[in-house]
């Protein structure tokens, strides 16, 4: 069973820049992706940022877009998030996740749908004050 951890969240004032890193301890050879769940009742875990097996093509919301760079080291079975420009709206608990057996590719689309991604870390918080 895989199991992946994330580090690199804290508190960071408005613009502010953060490194996010998640190690599986398995191969990490399908398309992975980072969520995050913003706090309080009624939010979701929303997809993020995502990236295919090999690493060769990323995808991202909007919201985040020139902001956020994924990023993976599959000789380290590492995935990695570059926060720049942090706002507030970025707060929320961030998690790594790894696709199922056959994510082999990767679109928004793919990347959007939680259950394509079947092996989840324990999160890591980011916290963004203005």
């Known amino acids: 069973e895989e199991n992946l951890v994330e580090s690199g969240g804290g508190s960071v004032q408005t613009g502010g820049s953060l490194r996010l890193t998640c190690i599986s301890s398995v191969p990490t050879t399908k398309s992975m992706a980072w969520f995050r769940q913003a706090p309080g009742p009624g939010n979701y875990r929303e997809w993020v940022?995502?990236?295919?097996?090999?690493?060769?093509?990323?995808y991202y919301t909007d919201d985040v877009k020139g902001r956020f760079t994924i990023s993976r080291d599959n000789g380290l079975n590492t995935l990695n998030l570059e926060l720049n420009n942090l706002k507030p709206e970025d707060t929320g608990m961030y998690y790594c996740?790894?696709?199922?057996?056959?994510?082999?590719?990767?679109?928004?689309?793919?990347?959007?749908?939680?259950?394509?991604?079947?092996?989840w870390g324990q999160g890591t918080r980011v916290t963004v004050s203005s």
């Open positions: 996740a790894h696709g199922h057996e056959d994510l082999f590719y990767a679109s928004s689309s793919v990347c959007s749908q939680r259950s394509n991604f079947v092996d």
């Open positions: 940022a995502c990236t295919t097996p090999g690493g060769a093509k990323q």
